[in-house]
């Protein structure tokens, strides 16, 4: 014991580097109200779903996706599998959908029997290639599943167009396009499904959580009851029927009241999350704008017409040496920032459940070079600064 006090005194002083904080790339904002609202559900006897708080939230979210019919799901891979079971997906379908994107939306497609077709996205906003689409299409399509990158808008005039010609239906995986529009109409409203993200990394949370927005009314009955189990549950539960049966297809895609009280928390606070995003997003679009065009670094492209959610904020770099240097060159600074989906139509599971009609260079070549900023709503100025510091300090290697 002497002998461990003896050496400690005699280690010299090392010199103590200021404490930093890692600026975490996401990060789920607190609002105050989630503790409030889960102590409710805990005191009181109904824990399962569709209560009080499931009702307020896609009351909430309805309101914010131009009206359609909304049910909350446990996730956005849950609501686009329930979408699928709607449509009747099975063996033989075939579903376009970019290969630029998250495997959910190409699972769900999958997991019914039915083939993903990936196409190419376009180069400026990462979205689906509508030419690329059109040309895709065969006498077994059944669907177009697409995404809104970065929420910013597809071209859904044309594939909105295209589907309604050729009697598909059109599928927007909504995940990162909640607070989003086209011409002032909200993501979200464009297909005759869309699904939605409460996933921690997405704007606002539930932990994990989802939901399907149903437009096309002619769906809304039968939406109901394949998400409650197959029953008529819905219907008892308002008085028309007396009893509840097994009618149709069905599964359980019920969240929790746990999780939908702490979605109302963060749905009440939506403009306020919405505020600060933006607030980062834009100072990354004007800070860095010198640095960018100097090197030859492509920043988001919003289209005029779009309107965006401040979901993520990525950079184009010059080689995919970049990428990693970037990444690597933020990570010494505390800073962490990430690459993005890698190609669904390459990758083992693509190759083996989808099919890929022409080669999809666009998405193989920004997979190698786009590098994603810390976004969320708890980023402080100070973060914010060191970010824009750190990266207007790197220089590409070409
Ligand atoms: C996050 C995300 C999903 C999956 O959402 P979960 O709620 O985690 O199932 C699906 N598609 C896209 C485009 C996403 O970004």
């Known amino acids: ?24 790339f996401t990060a789920p904002f ?7 609202l889960l102590a409710q559900v805990l005191a009181s006897p109904m824990w399962h779903g569709d209560g009080v708080h499931t009702r307020t939230a896609e009351a909430l979210l309805r309101e914010r996706l131009g009206g359609g019919c909304v049910h909350l799901t446990p996730s956005c891979t849950h609501a686009l599998e329930l979408a699928a079971v709607l ?18 939306t190409a699972t769900a497609i999958a997991i019914r029997g039915a083939t993903p077709v990936f196409v190419d996205v376009r180069p400026d906003t990462l979205n689906l290639d509508v030419d690329a689409v059109e040309a895709a299409l065969t006498e077994r399509t059944r669907a177009v599943f697409v995404v809104h ?3 910013v808008a597809a071209d859904v005039d044309r594939l909105r167009a295209l589907c309604d010609a050729r ?14 529009a086209w011409r002032g109409q909200p993501l979200g409203s464009f297909g005759t499904f869309a699904t939605q993200s409460f ?18 009314p002619a769906f809304r009955a039968r939406a109901e009851v394949v998400r409650e189990k197959g029953t008529d549950r819905s219907r008892f539960l308002r008085g028309e029927v007396d009893k509840y049966t097994w009618q149709d297809q069905g599964s359980s895609y019920l969240p929790s009241e746990l999780q939908s009280a702490v979605l109302v928390a963060q749905l009440e606070a939506f403009d306020d999350i919405q505020a600060r995003r933006h607030h980062v997003w834009d100072r990354y679009a004007a800070e860095l704008a010198p640095w960018a065009a100097a090197h030859g670094v492509r920043q988001m492209v919003v289209p005029d017409g779009a309107e965006h959610p401040a979901h993520l904020y990525y950079l184009l770099l010059p080689s995919a040496a970049d990428q990693g240097g970037l990444i690597r060159h933020l990570g010494m600074q505390e800073v962490s920032a990430v690459f993005h989906y890698q190609p669904l139509d390459s990758s083992p599971g693509g190759r083996a459940l989808g099919r890929t009609p022409f080669p999809c260079p666009v998405t193989a ?30 220089r590409p290697v070409a």
């Open 1 to 24: 014991m002497t002998t461990r006090t003896t050496r400690t005194r005699l280690r010299p002083a090392a010199p103590v580097a200021p404490p930093v904080a890692p600026v975490r």
């Open 30 to 36: 607190r609002t105050g109200r989630e503790q409030e």
């Open 87 to 104: 449509l009747d997906l099975g063996p033989g379908d075939e579903v376009v959908c970019p290969s630029f994107t998250f495997t959910s």
């Open 149 to 151: 990158y970065g929420g």
């Open 167 to 180: 009697g598909l239906a059109l599928v927007e995986d909504n995940a990162h396009g909640l607070g989003g």
């Open 199 to 216: 996933h921690d990394t997405k704007n606002v949370t539930s932990g994990e959580g989802g939901a399907l927005v149903v437009n096309d």
């Open 365 to 394: 070549d920004v997979a190698a070079r786009l590098v994603r900023l810390p976004l969320h709503a708890g980023l402080t100025r100070q973060d914010v600064d060191r970010v824009v510091a750190a990266v207007l300090a790197y």
